[in-house]
């Protein structure tokens, strides 16, 4: 079965500063994405990323994937407030479209 | 046309009462899920749809009855629900290949009583 592992489960950085966020899955996926959802709403795609090596920014935020140690990150810089917000990674695996999620990172940006 | 469109967006329902969610997406996507997530948890998978088809059931209660009448909509008939089935409940689809987004609805914010 698909297992996919996020950490840490919650970060509170200051405002400026760098943090990197781990996504670890146990079998070998197709997909990997990032979503963010802010508190009583929907989730907003971030990244998608499909190959070995594959890298991706927008903005602060830039995200990565190593296949070969089923391992994705998503690097914060330079945080601002805005950035609060609860982050997932999901896996998917084309055999049946099995998407999972990790267990999500609850984000605070300080001032 | 990018979306996913889930209604209702919030539904109130007792516990002897039958109502339906819905989901739409014109994207060609052949894949089609729903999600349910409590707060302060990730979405948790309850079925997947490939193609019309049934593909994954997270074994679900059989109170949670899914249909997917046709490639652009997907429906989840409620029957009989307790209050801890309360939570929001997250429609998605995906393309079946390729390095493609999979689109989440706004969902529907379900309260049983």
């Known amino acids: 079965e698909l297992k996919v592992e996020q950490n840490p489960l919650f970060l509170s950085m200051q405002e400026g500063k760098n943090y990197t966020i781990y996504c670890n899955y146990s079998t070998t996926s197709d997909r990997l994405y990032w979503y963010r959802q802010d508190p009583g709403k929907s989730l907003e795609s971030l990244f998608v990323?499909?190959?070995?090596?594959a890298v991706k920014q927008e903005g602060r935020l830039m995200a990565s994937l190593d296949t070969k140690a089923r391992l994705s990150t998503l690097h914060i810089t330079a945080a601002v407030h805005d950035l609060s917000a609860t982050y997932f990674c999901?896996?998917?695996?084309?055999?049946?479209?099995?998407?999972?999620f990790g267990a999500g990172t609850r984000l605070t940006v300080k001032p | 046309d990018t979306e996913v469109t889930q209604t209702p967006k919030h539904l109130v329902m007792g516990m002897t009462n039958k109502k339906s969610l819905k989901c739409e997406q014109h994207m060609g996507h052949r894949a089609m899920y729903w999600y349910k997530q409590k707060a302060k948890k990730p979405p948790e998978l309850m079925f997947v749809y490939s193609y019309e088809k049934l593909s994954i059931n997270e074994s679900v209660p059989s109170r949670f009855s899914p249909e997917c009448p046709n490639s652009s909509l997907l429906n989840l008939h409620l029957h009989a629900l307790q209050p801890e089935d309360s939570a929001l409940y997250l429609c998605?689809?995906?393309?079946?290949?390729?390095?493609?987004?999979?689109?989440f609805g706004q969902g529907t914010r379900l309260t049983v009583v």
């Open positions: 999901a896996v998917l695996t084309y055999n049946n479209n099995d998407m999972r």
């Open positions: 998605a689809s995906s393309q079946t290949g390729g390095l493609t987004e999979a689109f």
């Open positions: 990323l499909l190959s070995n090596g």
